[in-house]
């Protein structure tokens, strides 16, 4: 009898640590305007608030919407992060960038400055794409849904 007792509490013991492993995650809507207007095709990134930890990042639609998603996760890890977003020529191929460092990387730096490629172009303006000049933070689980972005052109 005792040993099933024992047993019993040692399989309780484990189920409730594997029900709680991993950060909680949690889906992340963001709305995005430029001028009022809602802002299609722009790239929304989240990057942890202190630098540690994943980026997540979405796309926008013709409605300014965008569900932010970590490569192959179901939600956005609780924590603070900085929202950059941006739009445009990015000067480089569509897609997720190769490592900094890699030989991909290098090959797509040589191409760029092959075909005199110069600072990329954002239809916003480039400060909301910097995690050191972009006034917008976000706390994941946010407070409302989706989370609103209102950028404003430079005059």
């Known amino acids: 009898m005792r040993q099933k007792v024992l047993l019993s509490l040692l399989l ?22 430029l001028d009022n207007k809602p802002l299609d095709k722009a790239t929304v ?15 926008t639609g013709a409605d300014g919407m ?8 179901a939600g956005v890890p609780a924590g603070s992060y900085k929202v950059l977003i941006s739009k ?3 000067g480089g191929p569509v897609g997720a960038p190769p490592p900094a460092g890699s030989d991909a990387a290098r090959d797509m730096m040589k191409k760029m400055a092959e075909k005199g490629a ?9 400060k909301y794409g910097s995690p050191t000049s972009t006034p917008f933070t976000v706390t994941v689980p946010a407070e409302t849904s989706p989370v609103k972005i209102g ?5």
Do not use: N
Request: glycine share 12%.
């Open 118 to 126: 110069s600072k990329p172009k954002s239809e916003v303006p480039t």
């Open 12 to 33: 309780l013991g484990l189920l409730a640590l594997s029900s709680g492993c991993g950060p909680r995650r949690s889906p992340v809507q963001v709305l995005v305007t």
């Open 45 to 59: 990134t989240l990057v942890p608030a202190d630098g540690k930890g994943e980026s997540a990042t979405g796309f």
């Open 88 to 90: 445009g020529d990015t």
């Open 151 to 155: 950028l404003q052109s430079e005059s």
């Open 66 to 73: 965008a569900t932010i998603v970590p490569l192959g996760k």
